[in-house]
């Protein structure tokens, strides 16, 4: 399978949104529940969110409930993350993985991308 490619990263303010998209090539997203994670320099990759895959059961970091949301279209085979109130803790690499089971420990997840860098930043 070929690695998630993920988009839609950026410099924004605090208090701002970005919109994460993660495609997949050759296979449905909508077969595997699909997390999103981050890295910071110097600091353990974590997970952030994740969609499960039918009956798409959600789960996120505490630190993100109510601010993040993730979501899938399987019309298009893309999971996307949507980020709202965004703070400058939230600055990292994000990354979108595949995994036959839900949860947030990177270590059950595959086909990792390059990531989409998110900086916020006044």
């Known amino acids: 399978q070929a690695p998630l490619v993920e988009s839609g990263g950026g410099l924004v303010l605090p208090g701002g949104s970005l919109r994460l998209s993660c495609a997949a090539s050759?296979?449905?997203?909508?077969?595997?529940?699909t997390g999103w994670f981050r890295q910071a320099p110097g600091k353990e990759r974590e997970g952030v969110a994740c969609?499960?895959?039918?009956?798409?059961?959600?789960d996120y970091k505490d630190s993100v409930k109510g601010r993040f949301t993730i979501s899938r279209d399987n019309t298009k085979n893309m999971v996307y993350l949507q980020m709202n109130s965004l703070k400058p803790e939230d600055t990292a690499n994000y990354y979108c993985?595949?995994?036959?089971?839900?949860?947030?420990?990177?270590?059950?997840?595959?086909?990792w991308g390059q990531g989409t860098q998110v900086t916020v930043s006044s």
């Open positions: 993985a595949v995994s036959l089971l839900p949860g947030l420990r990177p270590e059950y997840f595959t086909n």
């Open positions: 050759g296979y449905n997203l909508a077969n595997y529940a």
């Open positions: 969609i499960d895959k039918g009956d798409g059961k959600i």
